[in-house]
Every structure is written in C-alpha cells, then in structure tokens.
C-alpha cells in the first residue's frame, strides 16, 4: 500500500502529540507492515532534509502564513501534490485541513482523517477562526472516506453531530529516550520533590488555574511549568509572570530523556487540558507511573478510565486537593500506580500501528470493491489485549 500523510509538522518529531503518532505510525506501519509510506513535512522545521527518515520518503514543501495559516497552507500545498502521486490512501490529521481535500475527493483518493479534539472550543482563536474551525469539522464528517479518533468521547461525538462514522485509535506515552536524570541537577530539582505541568500555554489548558490553586494551596513543593507559546498572548504573559521561587515556568524541553526526568521524578502531575480528546502529555504521564491529578472533564476520565482524583474550575477545590496530597505520600504512590497500569496495558504502539494497518487496508478494499467502509470497520481495530505479555 502506498500511504501519504498530510497535516502535521512532519518527522522526526519534535513539537507536538501529532508529530509523535505520525513518526511512530509512519516507521511502524513501513517496518512491520511493508507499506510504502510518504510524510509531508513543513521546511522551515528541518535544517537536514533527507529523502528519507528510518525506511520512510520525507516530501519537504513550504509552510508560509505564521500560527494563523501556516498549517493550513502547508497542507493544501500538500494535497495538491499528492493528487500527482497515485497514493493508495491519504491519512490526514487535523480536521481543519479538510475543506482543503476536494481535489484528493475528486481523485477518488480513499481519504482518512483524524478529527483530534474540539478545535471550535480553543480559546486561543478569534471569532472568525472558531467558525471556520466549526465549518471545516462539518466539511470533515461529509469529505471523508472514513474517520479515526483518539477518543471514544469524540467518536461519540462525530457519531451524533454529524452521522458520521469512524474507528477509534488512541496513542501511547511511550515517547523518546530513557529519563536523563541530569535534568533534574540542571533545573535544581529533586525526585519526588515537584509538582509538574506540562501544557502549551493556552487558556484552554487551564495553566494560570492550576497556578493560583497551588498559590492557595500554600504547600512546599515547587510547581515546575514545561511549555510555551508560539506567540506571545496577553495569556502567555500573565502566566510567564508568574516564575519566581515557588513556580519555576521553564519553558520548552524538546529533548525526550530532558522530559521523560520530569515526568519520571515529579511527585505528582497536574493537567489541565480541557478541548482536546485523549491528550499525548497525561500519556507520557502515566506511562512514568507519576501520580496524574486531570481536569474533570469527559476526555480525562476516559483516559483514566475514571479511576484516581480529578479537579474542578471550582475555587478552592484543586488547592484543597493538593493539601491533601501532599501529606499523603502513600496515596501518591497509589495513584502513580493505577496511572501506569492503564498506560501499559491500554495504550500501546504496537496496538496503535496494527489498529491504523487493518483501518487503512479495510478503507482501501471497500473503495476498491465498491462496498461499505461502515460494514467492513463494523468492528474494533484497536485491540490492545491482543499485545499483552502472558500473564497480564
């Protein structure tokens, strides 16, 4: 099969949870299932531009138009090159791209895309951008061959508020290198002896919430902020304002093993994200086994399968939490347990690139044999049990 994937950053990743699924799909899926895989990358990204990335064709093409239309544009740049390339199938993500897929349509190029979270709901964007991001969902559910999400909330969601139809694939927070424990001497930390957040600093994460609860909380622990924003926003401002001695608001880490410390070594990990389904850093999260404390909202409580503490926008609610947490080192312990169980026994790589695998080789036969993507997808791909070692 020869696969495009169109919409992200490109690989090897180094920004996002999409660039992460689209590297770990695109050389899993060339690996272990002999498919013929091209991902289309943003150029500015990449100083080294090679034809290929570990078996996988790398398709470099401009990116212009700054946080508003870079993506956008990109991507229909992108699809109009893909039209030229007899692909047998092109995997989307990001259902802002769509209104942009006629011409694969008009080709019959069996289009999947993956719808991500409530992009409409970002508080980030204008007026006018939330009702394009709208439009362009809606454009979404219509266009597309078939869709995947990561979440059964949003599968449940495209189901009711458009009829349409798709397969659910989640990630794994299995990402990068080994801890590099040296990153804890480089930010002055020591295990244990953290509270951290790990979010791109946008209202819709919650990040100045989860700050003034700690403030309230009066507690010893240092709360520690990965992230930054693109561009600067009156919001990004008012949070990075906040470092001093009891939040360090450190920025970015892009290096895995630099993140994966944190994660592994934080004594527990606040999340705040609100819009966007099954979110890849409360992943990586349990994966470290750290004790997970998410916003109570529909997307988190599946992820966690509804077991360990969440918190509310209520006042107070969160800062009573943390007191409570953080004289209880046993709880703690607990919780980092029941996060990491569900991570490695629930969202798994190998599962992930064999759900994509039998999705893209059903889509591709019913197009070809004229029938039913809803028939042949009626039941799940994602099966996660059929990876576990005995015994679990």
């Known amino acids: 099969m020869k696969l495009a994937i169109i919409g992200d950053r490109g690989i090897p990743a180094r920004y996002s949870g999409y660039s992460t699924l689209v590297e770990e799909l695109a050389v899993r899926l060339t690996r272990d299932y002999g498919m013929d ?97 709208k439009f362009a969902e809606w454009v979404c559910a219509r266009l597309a061959t078939w869709l995947v999400t990561d979440s059964r909330a949003m599968q449940e969601y495209y189901k009711e508020e458009y009829g349409a139809a ?16 040296a990153c804890l001497e480089k930010y002055g930390l020591e295990r244990g002896g953290f509270y951290l957040v790990v979010a791109r600093v946008e209202p819709e994460n919650n990040i100045d919430l989860i700050i003034r609860e700690y403030r309230a909380a009066n507690i010893r622990r240092p709360l520690v902020v990965v992230g930054a924003a693109r561009y600067e926003t009156p919001y990004s401002q008012h949070v990075f304002a906040e470092d001093d001695g009891n939040v360090h608001c450190i920025g970015s880490v892009y290096e895995s093993c630099m993140l994966n410390a944190l994660y592994d070594n934080c004594y527990a990990y606040l999340h705040g994200h609100e819009v966007g389904g099954t979110n890849p850093s409360l992943l990586r999260a349990m994966q470290a086994g750290a004790a997970c404390v998410p916003l109570s909202v529909v997307f988190n409580h599946e992820v966690m399968e509804g077991k360990g503490v969440f918190f509310s926008k209520e006042a107070g609610q969160l800062a009573t939490l943390l007191r409570r947490l953080d004289g209880n080192p046993e709880e703690v312990e607990a919780l980092g347990r029941i996060a990491q169980r569900r991570a490695t026994t629930f969202y798994r790589w190998d599962a992930v690139a064999a759900g994509y695998a039998e999705m893209f080789r059903k889509v591709v036969e019913a197009r070809r044999g004229h029938s039913s993507c809803k028939v042949l997808l009626s039941d799940e791909v994602y099966r996660p049990w059929e990876f576990l070692p005995s015994g679990q």
């Open 166 to 181: 798709g397969s659910f694939i989640p990630y794994s927070g299995e990402v990068g290198q080994p801890p590099d424990q």
């Open 37 to 133: 895989v091209t991902v289309y990358c943003r150029n500015h990204y990449y100083d080294d531009r090679p034809r290929e990335y570990k078996g996988v064709h790398c398709v470099y093409l401009p990116a212009p138009g700054g946080k508003n239309f870079e993506s956008i544009i990109h991507s229909n740049l992108a699809m109009l090159h893909a039209v030229f390339r007899r692909y047998d199938l092109a995997f989307v993500v990001d259902p802002g791209n769509a209104p942009f897929a006629l011409p694969l349509v008009l080709r019959r190029v069996p289009t999947v895309f993956h719808t991500d979270g409530l992009g409409w709901k970002r508080q980030k964007w204008g007026r006018l951008q939330r009702r394009y991001y």
